[in-house]
Structure formats: C-alpha cells, structure tokens
C-alpha cells in the first residue's frame, strides 16, 4: 500500500479523533444564562399612551411547549386624546397581542420557528421580510415581519389579515431570525460553556375592509407599541453590542 493510499485509510479516522479530543478541551460549565428581557409587561396605563391588559396562555400552548416553558402576554391598546380623561378609554385603537415565551433547558421543545408554528394555529400564506424598527430610546433593532391570512370560518373569503413582529433575545444577544439564534447558541455551548434562556416576543395585530383597519394603520400600531414596550422591557445593561 503507498503513501496515498495510507493517508486515505487514515485520514478520516485521525480526523474524527482530533475532533473528539476538541470536546474535551471545551468548557463544560453549561451554565444558564438568563434571558435580557423583563416577564413584567406594563398593564393598565403604566405604559404611556396605551393601555395593557395582562392575558393567559391558552392550555393548547401549555399542551404543546415543554412544562418549563414560562410566558407572558397582554392586549394593548393606543389610547386617543378622548381617553386622557376616560378611564375605560372607549375610543382606543386596534388589538394589538404582545407576548414573551421564555424557554426551559430543552430549547427545542420551547421555542420553534415561527414560520413553522403559526401555520398549525391556522395561519396561511405566510410572507417574511427583515424589517427595522427605531424605538422611544434612539436604539435600532431588526425584526422578522410576517403577514398572513386567517380564516375565520370555511366560507370562502372569510378571513383576517395578520401582521406578526418577532425577535429572538438571549443573555447579552438579539436576533432576528431563528437561524441567526441557533449560530448563537450553538457557539455559546461549545465556546463559552453556557445555556441561553432564549426569550421569543412577538407582538401582532389583525387589519382586514371588514374590521375597518388598513395594513398601514395596523403595522403602524403595531410598530408604535414596539417602540414604545421594548425600552422599557429589555435588560440594556446586559447586552453585549
């Protein structure tokens, strides 16, 4: 047998143990770094120029996500000049549901994609687009919008439109797509020896003639909330860029 084919022979094999060797010199901590971001969503007016309603996960996303998984939701709604001295703000905006799903020590059994989730809660015709949003505070982030249809009954042409935000926060990390988390945490475990509770929020408003509400009146809704609810959420001291 010549060198050639030796080095063939062999080469696999030296390379499979160097890479085995490699996870041993690997830090081996795992510990749990909490997400950045608070569960405590503002209700009531405790968020300017809205008013928040907290709201209970439903026993269907209880049933399907890991029993550790923790959330938090509410309904907010824009307050008009007629609510200032209204204390149940008759005239108020658009639905807009805004919700925060922590994840426990098995991500994938936590957090999914959502371009995989929403379509078995009856979304369809599901469209992406990065987006970038400037919020109350001067920061800049980066979403994943989505838009899709929902049907409210099986009569043909009976559906509502939806205009989904989301975003991936970690410990000291936010991402916009589910790709761009799964880099980050698989880095994470093999360089830094740690576990990020991820932390999915996404905020979402329905549009539709029938409801009265354009696409541009709803996404600029719901763009507003986002600028004004994640300054006052999210943990800035702890992220990194």
């Known amino acids: 047998m010549n060198l050639n084919k030796l080095i063939h022979a062999f080469l696999p094999a ?23 971001i608070s569960p405590d969503m503002p209700v009531g007016r405790a968020l300017p120029g809205w008013v928040g309603e907290k709201v209970q996960e439903s026993e269907a996303e209880r049933q399907i996500l890991a029993a550790d998984t923790k959330f938090s939701k509410a309904n907010y709604r824009a307050l008009s000049a007629a609510d200032i001295w209204d204390d149940f703000g008759v005239n ?31 979304f369809m015709n599901l469209t992406g687009r990065p987006e970038t949003i400037e919020l109350a505070d001067g920061r800049t982030l980066h979403f994943t919008r989505l838009a899709s249809v929902r049907p409210r009954s099986e009569k043909r042409g009976d559906a509502l439109h939806f205009i989904h935000y989301y975003v991936f926060i970690g410990h000291g990390h936010i991402k916009s797509t589910h790709l761009q988390r799964v880099l980050q945490d698989m880095y ?6 740690t576990v990020e509770r991820w932390a999915y929020f996404q905020a979402g408003t329905y549009w539709g003639e029938d409801i009265g509400i354009s696409e541009r009146e709803a996404d600029d809704n719901l ?15 702890e992220m990194e860029n």
């Open 14 to 36: 030296a390379v499979f143990g160097l890479l085995l060797s490699l996870l041993f010199l690997l830090p081996k901590d795992d510990t749990l770094e909490e997400a950045s």
């Open 92 to 122: 108020r905006g658009p639905v807009v549901d805004a919700s925060i799903v922590f994840s426990g020590q098995d991500m994938n059994a936590s957090i999914h994609r959502p371009e995989l989730c929403l379509p078995a809660q009856g």
């Open 188 to 193: 994470d475990r093999l360089f830094t020896g």
């Open 223 to 237: 763009r507003r909330l986002i600028r004004d609810l994640l300054p006052r959420i999210i943990k800035w001291e």
